[in-house]
């Protein structure tokens, strides 16, 4: 039962299997993410995080397993689906329109609800959205230069900002960020460290997926280890230090017994 304190779960899967081909991507693998929880997701090149971020996310539908979210079980046909049921996914490359105002990415494909609300009075709707985008992205935590310039203006770092603003602001229960501080600066991914603390506060469960490991220590509750399509590890981050974190992904600390090791 869920008490006070307890977290509830809300998003989970069980036992989801993906393979390319003759490619064990993802063997059986099983999480779950309680509301206000941020997990790191990590393992070396290959691992599967990226096929289970697919998953999670709708772009792929697992070939065996189940997905719950708040407890119901549901199969995503598409990253739309899960999208409208609320969860938001950041992928390597941010996916912002380079052409596009900062504004009109942070509203891109969601035009349809805005013109909804605000009618056809098209100036009004612009400004409006100039005017919430940039408040979205403050209440994150984002400062970003003025929200009418078009996002092949920002800087790298910008860009990255404004496309974790977006979906953080979007977000109604579960982010997912795969490897979101790639590219950046120090400073940058001290910003984007801040936007999953955000996100957390306001309640969403976050995925957080990055080879730098002294991120995933600072910002996670708990850490998800992948090793060749297998869940190896999942523990409270504050279990793990630097070194048997290292050796839980590369393999030289045993976890499960792998079959055919
Ligand atoms: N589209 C694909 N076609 C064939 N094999 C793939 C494809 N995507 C991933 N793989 C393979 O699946 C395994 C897991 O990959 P991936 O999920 O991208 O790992 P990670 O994100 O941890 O680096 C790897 O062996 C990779 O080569
Ligand atoms: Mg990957």
């Known amino acids: 039962m869920a008490g006070a304190e307890k977290r509830e779960v809300i998003y989970e899967v069980k036992n989801v299997s993906k393979r390319y081909g003759s490619v064990v991507a993802l063997d059986g693998a099983s999480l ?6 941020v997990i790191g997701l990590v393992g070396d090149n290959g691992a599967g995080k990226s096929t289970l971020v697919k998953v999670l996310s709708g772009a792929h539908e697992p070939d065996g397993g189940q997905i719950f979210l708040d407890g119901e079980e ?11 049921a609320g969860i938001e996914t950041l992928y390597q490359d941010s996916g912002l329109a380079p052409h596009l105002t900062v ?17 056809k009075l098209g100036f009004l709707a612009r400004k409006e959205m100039e005017h919430d985008a940039h408040a979205d992205l403050e209440r994150v935590g984002i400062a970003v230069p003025a929200a009418n310039r078009p996002v092949a203006q920002l800087s790298g770092g910008q860009r990255q900002a404004v496309a974790i603003g977006r979906a953080v602001s979007w977000a109604r229960k579960v982010i997912i960020l795969d490897e979101p501080t790639n590219h950046l600066g120090a400073r940058q991914a001290g910003e984007v460290l801040e936007v999953i603390k955000a996100a ?5 469960g976050v995925i957080f997926i990055s080879h730098t490991l002294p991120h995933v220590l600072e910002v996670t509750d708990r850490i998800v280890v992948l090793r060749l399509g297998r869940i190896v590890k999942d523990a409270p981050t504050s279990t793990f230090t630097g070194d048997t974190l290292v050796g839980t992904i590369t393999g030289t600390i045993q976890t499960i017994k792998v079959e055919g090791d």
């Open 103 to 119: 504004s009109q990415n942070v509203f891109l494909g969601r035009e349809k609800t805005v013109k909804g609300l605000l009618g």
């Open 200 to 204: 957390k506060k306001k309640g969403l």
């Open 74 to 84: 549901r199969s995503w046909s598409s990253p739309r689906e899960a999208l409208d």
């Open 32 to 37: 779950k993410l309680h509301a206000g929880e």
